[in-house]
Nanobody, 125 residues
Framework: QVQLVESGGGLVQAGGSLRLSCAASGGTFSTYYMGWFRQAPGKEREFVAVISWSGRMTNYADSVKGRFTISRDNAKNTVYLQMNSLKPEDTAVYYC??????????????????WGQGTQVTVSS
């Protein structure tokens, strides 16, 4: 059973930065596509970023492109989300997710097999 544990969330002022981490255990992390999603209060969960198993390919939601960077370290079984120039509208619970089987850069939450518990990011204006 794969377990994902996010960390690094917190409260930051607009324009600031945070780096989220997601540590994986119990599976073959280096073969999974990994994604970040977020869910704001009263809203549906939405795609943020995805990275291929090798780290060579990435894709971002338009709302975070140019501000967020997804990366991974397969030796540490960890995926990261560097968030810069944060805005109040980035406030949400951020989740990492593992896609073990689709082999695609999926932006759909249904494609992902495993999820972390989430970490809160709050951006004050």
């Amino acid at each position: 059973q794969v377990q994902l544990v996010e960390s690094g969330g917190g409260l930051v002022q607009a324009g600031g930065s945070l780096r989220l981490s997601c540590a994986a255990s119990g599976g073959t992390f280096s073969t999974y596509y990994m994604g970040w999603f977020r869910q704001a209060p009263g809203k549906e969960r939405e795609f943020v970023a995805v990275i291929s198993w090798s780290g060579r390919m990435t894709n971002y939601a338009d709302s975070v492109k140019g501000r967020f960077t997804i990366s991974r370290d397969n030796a540490k079984n960890t995926v990261y989300l560097q968030m810069n120039s944060l805005k109040p509208e980035d406030t949400a619970v951020y989740y990492c997710a593992a896609d073990r089987s689709s082999g695609r850069m999926s932006t759909e939450s249904l494609a992902y097999d495993y999820w972390g518990q989430g970490t809160q990011v709050t951006v004050s204006s």
